[in-house]
C-alpha cells in the first residue's frame, strides 16, 4: 500500500473485547478474524469455572448473589488465586497472533485505567485502546468493551491516538443511543465498521462510511462516522540564546512549493511568506547562534526564538550547541548504528568531506574516529592526537552528524563559585561589590555573571550573557580564582 510510505502505521487488526457477565474476558469480534489467540475455557452447567485462572469470576458471580455453592461440589473450595499459575500443558501461542490472554487483565483493567488510552506490547504487536464502562439495565449494571487497534511491535502509533479515542467515544454513545454492542443485532454493522477501519485507514488515511442502525436506534437509524490521519508532532523544544539552528530541508524549495500549494500554480518570482521566517532563515547557515541571529535580522530576540520554534515543531531545523574547539563530546551506544549501517556511512561521508573530494577520508577511517572520541578530552585535543587533516576533513560537520544523529553527546561544563578557605561574610560582600564596580571593565567579571556561578548555566550561556567565546570565558574564571568546574 502507497499510502504507507508517508509515515502512518498499518493497522494489523482490530478486535473488539468485552466483559461477559459470566465468562470475563472475552474477544466478541476481531477482524481479521483469527488475528487474536484465545485460550479454550471449560465450565459447567452451572457456570461455575473450574480452570484456576478464572476462580476470579466465580467471586465476581457470589457477589452478586448468582453463584450457587454446589459449584464446588466436585472439587474442594481452596483460596482465590489472583496470580495465575503456570500451565505446562497449554499449546504454545502463534507468534503471528495477539495473545489475549496475557493482556486480558490491561484490556479490560481496573476502574481508574477507564477512558484512557493504553498500549500495550505483546509479542510482535503493539495494541492501542480506550476502555470504555457504561452504566444502565445490564446483568452487572455496568457494560465493559474495548475496541483495540493492534500494529507491529516497532510501529510509531501516536498518530493514532485521537483516533482510537474517537471510535472509543463514538461507540459508547451508540450503546448508550441504541444499545449497539450490547444488543446481538448490533454484530452486522460492528463488522461491517471494522472491515472499513482497517481497509480504509491503511489505504487512504481516512474513513467515512453510513451505518445502518435501523431496528437498533431510531434516533440514530443512519449515522455518519468520519475518521482522518494526521501526523503527530512533538511539542517545540525550549530555545535559548546559545542554540544553533541547523538546516533539515532546503527553505527554497520549501517556500516554493507552499506558494504552488496556496496558488495551485508555478510560483512566480515574488514569493508570499511570513516576513521574520523569510528573514531568520536566510540567517540560518549551521553556524549562526539565536542571538547573533537577532542581531543579523534587527529583530527581537523573542520573536526570533518564536519563528525558530514554528520551523522545529515542522522538523525544518534541529538544534545543537555552539561548535568551539574547546567542546568535548562522548559517544553514545548510538554510535554502533553507523558501524553496522551503510547507509548511514555514505551520509557521514558526503556530509563531512569538503569540496566533494571524495578520496579526502576513507569510510574505515570515519568510523574509527568516532570510536576514539572520549569524555573530557577536548576537539583541539583529539585533532591533534588522532592527526586530523582539517583541510580536507570538516570537522565541525564531522561532530555536527554525531550529535544530529545521537551519536555523540555534548558535554558541558558547569563552574561553581566556591568560598575562600576561612573567608568571611564581610570579605565576601567587599568582593561582590567590588567586582560590580568592575563590571564595565574588560578582563573583570561582573555581578550578573559571577551570579550565574551556582552549577546550573553551562559556559555556552554564561559566554553568551557576558559575549565572549568559551576560551576567553575560561581564561577569566581562572584568573578570578575559586572556581570549581563540573562536567556533565
Known amino acids: ?38 485460550e479454550q475455557r471449560v465450565y459447567n452447567d452451572q457456570v461455575c469455572i473450574k480452570n484456576d485462572d478464572m476462580r476470579i469470576s ?12 454446589s459449584c464446588f461440589d466436585q472439587e474442594p473450595a481452596e483460596v482465590i488465586e489472583l496470580i495465575k ?49 457504561v452504566e444502565g439495565n445490564y446483568p ?5 468493551f474495548n475496541m483495540c487497534f493492534a500494529f507491529d511491535i516497532d510501529a510509531d502509533t501516536k ?4 483516533v482510537v479515542k474517537r471510535v472509543g467515544c463514538l461507540l459508547k454513545e451508540l450503546e448508550i443511543t441504541g444499545n449497539l454492542l450490547s444488543d446481538p443485532e448490533g454484530t452486522r454493522p460492528l463488522v461491517t465498521m471494522m472491515r472499513q477501519l482497517v481497509s480504509k485507514l491503511n489505504a487512504h488515511g481516512e474513513y467515512q462510511i453510513e451505518l445502518d442502525l435501523k431496528g437498533l436506534s431510531q434516533p440514530m437509524a443512519s449515522t455518519g462516522i468520519s475518521i482522518k490521519l494526521f501526523p503527530y508532532y512533538e511539542n517545540p523544544k525550549t530555545i535559548k540564546p546559545y542554540h544553533v539552528p541547523v538546516k533539515l530541508v532546503d527553505f527554497d524549495i520549501a517556500k516554493r512549493k507552499s506558494a504552488q500549494t496556496v496558488y495551485q500554480e508555478h510560483a512566480s518570482n515574488d514569493i508570499m511568506w511570513d516576513l521574520v521566517l523569510d528573514k531568520v532563515t536566510e540567517c540560518i547557515d549551521n553556524i549562526n547562534h539565536v542571538r547573533r541571529i537577532a542581531q543579523l535580522t534587527l529583530i527581537r530576540e523573542e520573536t526570533v526564538v518564536l519563528a525558530l520554534k514554528h520551523l522545529d515543531y515542522y522538523g525544518c531545523i534541529a538544534l545543537v550547541d555552539i561548535f568551539q574547539f574547546s567542546n568535548v563530546y562522548e559517544g ?11 547507509w548511514l556511512q555514505r551520509e557521514c561521508h558526503n556530509y563531512v568531506t569538503r569540496d566533494g573530494q571524495a578520496g579526502s577520508i576513507s569510510i574505515e577511517k570515519l568510523i574509527h574516529l568516532y570510536s576514539t572520541i572520549r569524555q573530557r578530552k577536548s576537539v583541539a585535543d583529539w585533532i591533534v592526537d588522532n592527526d586530523v587533516d582539517v583541510e580536507r576533513f570538516d570537522v565541525r560537520r564531522f561532530f555536527m552528524f554525531g550529535v544530529l544523529h545521537q ?30 564596580v568592575l563590571e564595565e571593565e574588560p578582563g573583570q567579571l561582573g555581578a ?5 556561578l551556582d552549577g546550573t548555566h553551562h559556559l555556552d550561556e554564561i559566554g553568551i550573557t557576558a559575549e565572549k567565546d568559551t576560551a576567553t570565558m575560561r581564561e577569566l574564571l581562572d584568573k578570578h580564582g575559586n572556581i570549581e568546574y563540573i562536567l556533565l
Open 1 to 38: 500500500m502507497a499510502f504507507m510510505h508517508s509515515g502512518f502505521p498499518e493497522i494489523r487488526a482490530i478486535f473488539l473485547a468485552q466483559f461477559h457477565p459470566d465468562l470475563g474476558p472475552i474477544v466478541r469480534l476481531s477482524v481479521p478474524e483469527d488475528a487474536v489467540d484465545v
Open 159 to 162: 498518530c493514532y491516538g485521537a
Open 140 to 144: 452487572r449494571n455496568v457494560f465493559i
Open 85 to 133: 499459575r503456570p500451565e505446562p500443558d497449554r499449546p504454545a501461542v502463534d507468534s503471528s497472533k495477539i495473545d489475549f490472554n496475557s493482556i486480558q487483565t490491561l484490556i479490560i483493567p481496573k476502574l481508574t485505567l477507564f477512558e484512557r488510552l493504553i498500549t500495550v506490547n505483546t509479542g510482535r504487536h503493539k495494541v492501542m485502546c480506550y476502555p470504555i464502562a
Open 332 to 342: 553514545q551506544y548510538q554510535v554502533m548504528d553507523i558501524f553496522r549501517n551503510a
Open 58 to 69: 466465580g467471586l465476581m458471580a457470589a457477589l452478586d448473589g448468582s453463584f450457587s455453592p
Open 407 to 436: 551519536m555523540l553527546r555534548r558535554v558541558h561544563c558547569y563552574p561553581v563559585l566556591c568560598k575562600p578557605a576561612g573567608g568571611s561574610a564581610q570579605q565576601s560582600s567587599e568582593s561582590s561589590e567590588a567586582s560590580s
Open 448 to 452: 550578573r555573571v559571577l551570579g550565574m
